[in-house]
Nanobody, 115 residues
């Protein structure tokens, strides 16, 4: 099993938007629930959003109403649309299957929100 590959990060001003993408093998997307995580410097990795195969979503309170998670099961891809970004959203973002304990973590994609 190959680890997921994240892309789409960058530097954006507060209030701006970014769209992150995740690609992985079919074996990884066989997991019912996929998630986006983030890890800020000096902090633990936190779960930001999840989505099931059927499209049921859940969000951390800190991003609710600003972030939208989506998934294309046919293409084995996932996305995270991030709007109204804040400096506290600065982190490395990772995609990973929930309960995928044997799946390696990818390199992540850096998101920096700063003026």
């Amino acid at each position: 099993q190959v680890q997921p590959v994240e892309s789409g990060g960058g530097l954006v001003q507060p209030g701006g938007s970014l769209r992150l993408s995740c690609a992985a093998s079919g074996s990884i997307f066989n997991f019912n629930t996929m998630g986006w995580y983030r890890q800020a410097p000096g902090k633990q990795r936190e779960l930001v959003a999840t989505i099931t195969k059927g499209g049921i979503t859940n969000y951390a309170d800190s991003v609710k109403g600003r972030f939208t998670i989506s998934r294309d099961n046919a293409k084995n891809t996932m996305a995270l649309q991030m709007n109204s970004l804040k400096p506290e959203d600065t982190a490395v973002y990772y995609c990973h299957p929930i309960m995928g304990f044997s799946i390696p973590w990818g390199q992540g994609t850096q998101v920096t929100v700063s003026s």
